[in-house]
T-cell receptor
């Protein structure tokens, strides 16, 4: 059973389009996260939800909008895609407060052309 | 603010060599510390963790000790294998949100 799953795994789209990435976790965790990994492998948190409530909102363009319909799902919608949005996006989940760390999905590689 | 500094890679070793990847952190209070591993084309896997000073995390032959006096969490393995080739990330987590702050990652390449 996959603990944290993301769809799609690959996403290729043109500038200006709107796209969504979906994430689901079956670990029973209360908190979910979105991270962005750039071409140099640097990882930075974007958002976090705890029980459907937004608790972390880093400096991210407002073209990015997360949505959490329930605590097992966290989706990421991106409007008006730009070339600089090309990256790998990772979803993660954890219990909070957590010494157990976060559990990551396999990633979605977004390529904007 | 909180930050993590890792040694730059790539680190290239021969099979069965000893591995050390240095990690130091800056944080107020007492963060939890983690090592994650990312194999090519995959997501991050939690490798080991430590939640308080002098704790030693260990998994799959890898070890790291939480050293508060030197603010370090260096990753070690006594004998690396080709299958250990991956990118290794040191991270700290703190606060009610458990936000993770990652180092820049260190690429390890193990040659047969």
């Amino acid at each position: 059973d996959t603990a944290v799953s993301q769809t799609p795994k690959y996403l290729v789209t043109q500038m200006g389009n709107d796209k969504s990435i979906k994430c689901e976790q079956n670990l029973g965790h209360d908190t979910m996260y979105w991270y962005k990994q750039d071409s140099k492998k640097f990882l930075k948190i974007m958002f976090s939800y705890n029980n459907k409530e937004l608790i972390i909102n880093e400096t991210v363009p407002n073209r990015f909008s997360p949505k959490s319909p329930d605590k097992a799902h966290l989706n990421l919608h991106i409007n008006s895609l730009e070339l600089g949005d090309s990256a790998v996006y990772f979803c993660a989940s954890s219990q909070v407060p957590a010494g157990d760390g976060q559990y990551f999905g396999p990633g979605t590689r977004l390529t904007v052309t | 603010g909180n930050s993590v500094t890792q040694m730059e890679g790539p680190v290239t070793l021969s099979e069965e060599a000893f591995l050390t990847i240095n990690c130091t952190y800056t944080a107020t209070g007492y963060p939890s510390l983690f090592w994650y591993v990312q194999y090519p084309g995959e997501g991050l896997q939690l490798l080991l963790k430590a939640t308080k000073a002098d704790d030693k995390g260990s998994n799959k032959g890898f070890e790291a000790t939480y050293r508060k006096e030197t603010t370090s969490f260096h990753l070690e393995k006594g004998s690396v294998q080709v299958s250990d080739s991956a990118v290794y990330f040191c991270a700290l987590g703190r606060g009610a949100t458990n936000k993770l702050i990652f180092g820049t990652g260190t690429l390890l390449a193990v040659q047969p």
